[in-house]
Each structure stands twice: as structure tokens, then as C-alpha cells.
């Protein structure tokens, strides 16, 4: 399979380049300097002759609100120019619900300061709901474990789970995996790690 894979560069994308590599796809790895996500003729190029696209972008120094507004465009139109249909995209767990129904930036105690971030993923995924692409976003159900090996093992889950930790490795694989399928998607998961002792032996709230 040959796959493009935007943000190359951060720790995320570049645990997906090693796992997609490994796996034997053909990957075209891509910074920031690379291709400008928010340009549509930018990602069209990039992403000519690929059979899918996973983005794991992020901004650096724009207000997150209108860069993932201008990467969600660039990438829609970008790729459907492209010929690409499949796109796996890097979002975040503050948008699944919790146990009552709710995502967590909707709740009165989301800290002020990460709900810009939280608002301009949704406002991308609102920009992939209303597109013709076969799009699913991936985010861990909690947040990143400290830089630790691999489990080997995940879940998938569509509730979010603040307590929880996954290593990037491991997200990584469930990113690679997605993209190898086309039946899941217009779908947010969250990634879990498979076995119950990994979340019970990292403290709830540890960054």
C-alpha cells in the first residue's frame, strides 16, 4: 500500500512512519517544509499516486482554530484532487464522550487554556463529515503514555477515557491498521491499551 503521511516530523507521525515502514507499505513521509497541509495544491501533489493519506499535523504558531479549519480544506480538497479517497486523521480525546454522553470539552471543568486546541479538531472533523472522503480520526481514549515500549496490544473504543494512557507506539499501530481498512469509517475512535494492568500501573493525570 502506498501511503502519505503528513506531519513526518512529530512524535506521533514519525512512530506511524516506523510502523507503516515496518510493515513494508511504501510510505512517502512528510514534514511541515515538506507540504503545507493548509494548501490544497500543496497536499494534491503530495499525495498524487497514494492509495492513503493519515495526518498527524498540528499548528505551531497559528490560532489552532483556524489552522485545523485551513488543513481540514486543504486536505479535503487537496486529496480529492489527488484521486485519494481514504484519509486517517490524528484528533484528539477531548472530543469522545464520556460515560454520560458528554466529551470532555463540553464540560464545565475542561481547562481554559487547551479549548482552542479542542475546538479546532472539531471544527476539521465537522469539514470531513461534510465531504465525500472515507475518513476515520484516531486519538487516544485518554492521553500518551510516558515514552515506554510497546504493549502489543489495543483496543478501540468510542468513548473517551481521561484515565487512560497508550503508548505511541501502539496508537501508531492502531493508526496503520485503520488505514489498511475502509470499513470504519466517518468514525472518531479512541485507542486503549488491550491489557488492564498497563492503564492501572500509570498514575490518572500523568503527563
Same mark, same amino acid.
Given at each position: ?16 512512519v ?8 511504501h ?11 493548509? =494548501? $490544497?495544491? &500543496?497536499?494534491? @501533489? #503530495?499525495?498524487?499516486?497514494?492509495? /492513503?493519506?493519515?495526518?498527524?499535523? *498540528?499548528? +505551531?504558531?497559528? =490560532? $489552532?482554530? &483556524?489552522?485545523? @479549519? #485551513?488543513a481540514?480544506d486543504?486536505? /479535503?480538497?487537496?486529496?480529492?484532487? *489527488?484521486? +485519494? ?22 464540560t ?19 469539514r ?75 498514575a490518572?493525570?500523568?503527563?
Amino acid at each position: 500500500m502506498r501511503i502519505v503521511i503528513f506531519g513526518a516530523g512529530g512524535r506521533t507521525g514519525s512512530a506511524v512512519v516506523a510502523e507503516a515502514t515496518a510493515r513494508g507499505h511504501h510510505v512517502t513521509s512528510l514534514r511541515g517544509a515538506d507540504a503545507d497541509v493548509t =494548501d $490544497p495544491a &500543496a497536499v494534491a @501533489r #503530495a499525495a498524487s499516486g497514494q492509495d /492513503v493519506a493519515i495526518a498527524a499535523v *498540528a499548528p +505551531v504558531d497559528a =490560532d $489552532p482554530r &483556524a489552522f485545523f @479549519r #485551513a488543513a481540514a480544506d486543504g486536505l /479535503v480538497t487537496g486529496l480529492q484532487s *489527488a484521486g +485519494v479517497t481514504r484519509l486517517v486523521w490524528v484528533s484528539i480525546a477531548s472530543l469522545l464522550p464520556d460515560a454520560s454522553g458528554v466529551p470532555a470539552v463540553d464540560t464545565k471543568g475542561f481547562p481554559a487554556e487547551y479549548r482552542p486546541f479542542s475546538q479546532g479538531h472539531r471544527i476539521a472533523l465537522e469539514r470531513f463529515r461534510s465531504s465525500d472522503l472515507r475518513w476515520t480520526a484516531v486519538s487516544p481514549a485518554g492521553d500518551f503514555a510516558p515514552d515506554t515500549s510497546p504493549i502489543g496490544g489495543y483496543a478501540l473504543t468510542e468513548d473517551g477515557d481521561l484515565t487512560s494512557r497508550v503508548t505511541r507506539a501502539d496508537h501508531a499501530r492502531a493508526l496503520v491498521d485503520l488505514a489498511e481498512r475502509s470499513d470504519l469509517r466517518a468514525k472518531h475512535f479512541g485507542v486503549v491499551p488491550s491489557s488492564p494492568a498497563e492503564k492501572a500501573s500509570i498514575a490518572p493525570g500523568e503527563r
